[in-house]
């Protein structure tokens, strides 16, 4: 879709439900989803791609069953932009009452090591995750590109910041860090680490590197960022990788600490290994069925894995 009319699409989308945020939370929750399926979303002509991307990957499913798959992602993405309208409330009692969290591993790390990177995927609620973590009594800081490299900033910038804001309320003197030409990540995450609590990053995508070591993911190599992976590893920094996934109003926090004494190529497949578990239960749920069908084919052996 053509960026304007991407940008444009998504601000009437965001207009909407912030007037749909206003509703009881249990409505607004039922209502999101039905209007991104019955109206319009700003993610609708991305069905083709997600579809064509799961086939590629091996997936095999029915006409059926890609239509509840493609429902319940349309669900999953509108209750995100809902959730922009409603992170500042998602306190301590909200996260007792709708998550399902079992952090006693993370916090034996952070007492043992003051500090832990936690390894997300690019989903839905990887905001609201942060959130998570943070009203659970961590400092949480998220290492993020720079609100402007957004293609659509024009259009929805004054949505992108309220959802900074409303989630860096519950990450208890942490923030966004944003990354840029002008500040290396190697700086801001050693920072950080420093500082203490949880660093939270998405390493799930191609970095462009050549340092990047060469991952077999679903049949597909995928080169990912590594620099944090390599920092935390020499500062002995435990890493956790983990995501959200939703169930109407209610979530689910899957996390796995990953072994930090291997390599870092090492620890990158188990990554994505983890993550390869994951979206065999939830396929709908990782956002880089976008870009997945353009990484090269893996080859082994000097063979293309078909």
Known sequence: METTILGKCYRSFLRILSIIAYFPTII????APLFAQYAFSPIDH?????KKALQNAGYLFSPKDWQSLWKKHLADHAIFCLNIFKHSSFNTLWVKQHVKLDDKELNTLIKTHKSVLFLTYHHN??????????SSGHKVNCFVAPEESSEIFEFIGIYIKRLHHGCTQHFNGGKYLFFNKN????????RAFIEGGILVAANDIPSGSKKSPAINFLGRTIY???????LACKMKIPIVAGL??????NYKLISRQLNSQQNTELIMTEYFSFLKEIIMQ?????????????LPVAVINNESIT
């Open 28 to 31: 607004a929750y039922k209502l």
């Open 282 to 294: 939830y396929p709908g749920i990782w956002d880089g069925w976008n870009f997945f069908s353009s």
């Open 224 to 230: 990912p960022p590594i620099g944090n992976v390599r």
């Open 183 to 190: 500040s290396t990540g190697a700086h801001i995450t050693r």
């Open 244 to 249: 959200m996934v939703r169930d109407g109003q």
């Open 46 to 50: 991305e069905q083709p791609i997600m």
């Open 125 to 134: 609620f990887s905001h609201s995750l942060a959130v998570v973590l943070g």
